[in-house]
């Protein structure tokens, strides 16, 4: 898998879902009129077909989604996704009577619904909205496997002192405990909050606390 820091030097993709050309062809065009970079798929299988987790194209933006479709139907599309880890928000696209299918489907994790028929600017928000929502994810996805990469790069004695620090026990303490002199401790101490990036007790303790 590549990089997950290449993931912010991917443009955001909206993905397009809807076995009405009408509907993909209208809706494409309206982001190409505002510079939103869109793709479009005349069913769900296309669409499954081309994700992957490995291509940082398909890992950032969102994906608008009709809800009932011949074949398979948005929301066993969106199963489907959920079981492949996909990350992109999704906007379901409903008729009248989907209203419950939809609501059901923002349970399982879509971010929006819009009913049929919508406007144009309604539809922009709720994308702009789910972008926002990715762009985030992405930042904390980041962030974690920074803290990730920190922790790692600790000794086994240093991860030690580390998390009997974070559970608030003093330096003599943990020397005693360790049956290391209290010098010894302070500078696997020391090294720690250096490998870690951080200054203060606090701040290591949200570090360490966030990523577990």
Do not use: W
């Amino acid at each position: 898998m590549k990089n997950k820091s290449t993931l912010f030097k991917a443009e955001q993709i909206v993905h397009i879902i809807d076995d009405d050309e009408a509907v993909l062809d209208s809706l494409s065009m309206l982001l190409d009129s505002v510079g939103v970079q869109n793709a479009i798929y005349d069913n769900a299988q296309t669409f499954l077909n081309s994700f992957s987790s490995d291509d940082i194209s398909m890992l950032s933006g969102c994906i608008v989604l009709d809800i009932r479709m011949p074949g398979m139907s948005g929301m066993e599309c969106q199963q489907r996704l959920e079981a492949l880890k996909c990350p992109l928000p999704i906007i379901f696209i409903t008729g009248h009577g989907d209203v419950p299918m939809a609501v059901e489907a923002m349970k399982k994790g879509a971010i929006e619904f819009i009913q049929k028929p919508f406007r144009e600017q309604v539809l922009l928000d709720c994308i702009q909205h789910a972008l926002e929502v990715n762009r985030n994810n992405q930042q904390r996805t980041l962030h974690a496997l920074e803290v990730e990469k920190r922790c790692k790069s600790l000794t086994e004695r240093e991860n030690e002192v580390m998390h009997r620090v974070i559970a608030g026990q003093a330096n003599k303490v943990i020397a005693s405990e360790l049956n290391l002199s209290q010098r010894t401790v302070e500078i696997h101490r020391a090294n720690v909050m250096d490998k870690m990036q951080v200054k203060s007790l606090a701040e290591l303790v949200t570090l360490v606390v966030a990523k577990e």
